[in-house]
């Protein structure tokens, strides 16, 4: 056993050596644009991205969905196209990223706040995976097994993590799964489009109870959740490769595709979760072969969740082995996913928005404007301490989210809002007007932009 060991970890450290979280070797930077975006047009999609979409109907009709897909779109690529020039640029995953702006110690929280999401979206992906595995396992071979299939995908993840980025787009992505998921992808499209009644589903009128920009922020929410990973693998990009392109078309093209899909299947009497969506597909002629196809797709969703929460780990603690904590990290993800209730996936996005929206506008001042996009090792590896000035315009940011789109922990946007009643006083709420993204986004980076930055200021290195 130990020989088998010692030969898999002599062979990752030749095919995809570990560069912990200092800058990637330019020998070593081996992506083009193409490859980011098969990466992350790969990334975007998934079952989880049509169950988001299916939370837009009926409350929408279908023409708003489409229009709030493509808004939403079009917004949430952009912080994610920027966070992945940044990694092209500085060569560094995206906590480390935050280090210039926040300092180290300053860093720690937000890679705190990532690691939470990563191990909750990994648990989400698993568990949705096992399900759905099991829902076409249970139609091909009559087996209902839902442990056993949550187990294998874990394993799956998990090794595909232990890879790396380069190995699994190189060897996996590109010689074979986005063949796979594009093939089930269209096969999936065109049975909806064939099995519904698209001129009945466009003149039906919405029911309400969802703003418009309440569901454009649904859809930002999505590649905003991929933002605290851009980085971590747009480092591996080649100077000058475009990976901000790439990253950009790659995501958003998957992202307005299945949320598109998921809209559609929802209004086609498919539930608004993974396991109404899974027996839809399943449904459909071929459908359980299909449905496990795209299961191919899924498992690289949780390898980047998997492999990035190492890496903002090793942010906080840089001597932590990264292949151990991908095996710790994936099997704490399988516990969870054991007893996951996801009853309020709506909220747990829309958290995710409240945390990362307001940060990127304070990352974005500070690396666009005032570094000029450029910050430097010595920028990133000497900023001790914490940048308190910065954390000002960040808690601002998420405040207005929180106020614009009430779904705040423990309700207490609501319990504000029954204070301000009490007294006479009016509440505002901005989310059916401009919605929660915007106006968290231009609080943080313009305060970001007032305040004093502080010790350390800004200086651009050529």
């Not at 568990?127 to 829902?135: D, T």
């Not at 996996?172 to 796979?180: A, C, P, S, T």
Request: hydrophobic residues 55%.
């Amino acid at each position: 056993m130990a020989t088998v060991i010692d030969r898999v970890e002599q062979v990752l450290e030749r095919e995809a050596p570990v560069f912990g979280i200092r800058p990637v070797p330019p020998e070593h930077r081996r992506f083009s644009g193409l490859d980011l975006g098969v990466l992350w047009g790969d990334l975007s999609v998934g079952l989880l991205v049509m169950v988001t979409g299916a939370l837009l109907v009926p409350a929408l009709g279908l023409p708003q969905a489409l229009l709030a897909i493509l808004v939403g779109t079009l917004i949430g690529c952009v912080p994610l196209a920027v966070v992945a020039a940044a990694g092209e640029r500085e060569g560094v995953p995206t906590m480390v990223l935050f280090r210039a702006v926040l300092g180290e110690r300053g860093s720690y929280l937000p890679s705190a706040l990532n690691l939470l999401q990563l191990v909750g979206w990994t648990a989400v992906e698993l568990w949705a995976m096992g399900r759905v595995a099991n829902v076409a396992a249970s139609r091909l071979f009559g087996l209902d097994a839902p442990v056993l299939w949550l187990a294998v995908v874990a394993v799956v993840c998990t090794g595909l993590a232990l890879g790396g980025p380069v190995l699994v787009v190189r060897r996996w992505l590109e010689r074979f799964g986005i063949y796979v998921l594009i093939g089930s992808a269209v096969w999936i499209s065109v049975s909806a489009v064939r099995g519904a009644d698209l001129g009945a589903l466009w003149r039906a009128p919405g029911q309400g109870g969802m703003p418009f920009w309440l569901a454009v922020d649904l859809v930002v929410v999505m590649p905003v959740s991929w933002l605290p990973l851009a980085a971590d693998y747009t480092r591996f990009a080649r100077p000058g490769a475009g990976a901000a392109v790439g990253t950009y078309v790659g995501y958003a093209i998957g992202n307005a595709w299945f949320y598109a899909l998921g809209a559609l299947l929802a209004l086609a009497g498919a539930g608004a979760d993974a396991i109404g969506i899974g027996q839809a597909i399943v449904a459909m002629a071929g459908g359980a072969v299909v449905l496990l196809a795209l299961l191919v797709g899924e498992s690289d969703n949780a390898f980047a969740d998997i492999y990035s929460a190492a890496v903002s780990t090793q942010n906080v603690a840089p001597r932590l082995p990264q292949r151990w904590l991908v095996l710790a990290l994936g099997a704490v993800s399988f516990l969870l996913a054991l007893v996951l209730d996801v009853a309020r996936y709506e909220l747990f996005l829309l958290l995710i928005g409240s945390v990362f929206v307001p940060l990127f506008g304070v990352f974005a001042a500070d690396w666009l404007v005032r570094a000029r996009g450029r910050y430097g090792p010595e920028r990133l590896f000497a900023e001790a301490g914490t940048r308190w000035s910065a954390l000002v315009p960040w808690l601002v940011g998420f405040v207005l989210y929180h106020w614009s789109v009430p779904t705040g922990p423990a309700g207490w946007v609501e319990a504000v809002r029954g204070a301000f009643t009490s007294l006479g006083l009016p509440f505002p709420l901005l989310g059916s007007a401009l919605g929660a993204s915007l106006p968290s986004f231009a609080a943080a980076f313009g305060l970001a932009l007032l305040l004093p930055r502080g010790r350390g200021a800004s200086r651009v290195t050529r």
